[in-house]
Nanobody, 115 residues
């Protein structure tokens, strides 16, 4: 059974940094693309970063240059380093693993950017 467990959210001031982690189990982590989604206020969940099994990355335009996605296959963990945070980055962040045409989700991690 696939499980994704996130950690690392919290409250941060504008311009600050946070690092989210997501540890997967129940599947061969190294063979799968991993993604982070953000639920923007008043909008649907949107992918902000993706890392393929080979390490290729993609970012939503609004976070490119500020967020960095990375993975440690030895730890079955994907990370999202968020820098220069803005108030509009506030909201829940979800780890996602598309596996065999099924989307698996973590429980969500709240990030609040506020002074």
């Amino acid at each position: 059974q696939v499980h994704l467990v996130e950690s690392g959210g919290g409250l941060v001031q504008p311009g600050g940094s946070l690092k989210l982690s997501c540890t997967g189990s129940g599947f061969t982590f190294s063979k799968h693309t991993m993604r982070w989604y953000h639920e923007f206020p008043g909008k649907e969940r949107e992918m902000v970063a993706e890392i393929s099994s080979t390490g290729r990355t993609q970012y939503l335009a609004s976070v490119e240059g500020r967020f960095v996605i990375s993975r440690d296959n030895a730890k079955n963990t994907v990370y999202l380093q968020m820098n220069s945070l803005k108030r509009e980055d506030t909201g829940p962040y979800y780890c996602n693993a598309p596996i065999d045409r099924t989307e698996y989700w973590g429980q969500g991690m709240m990030v609040i950017v506020s002074s």
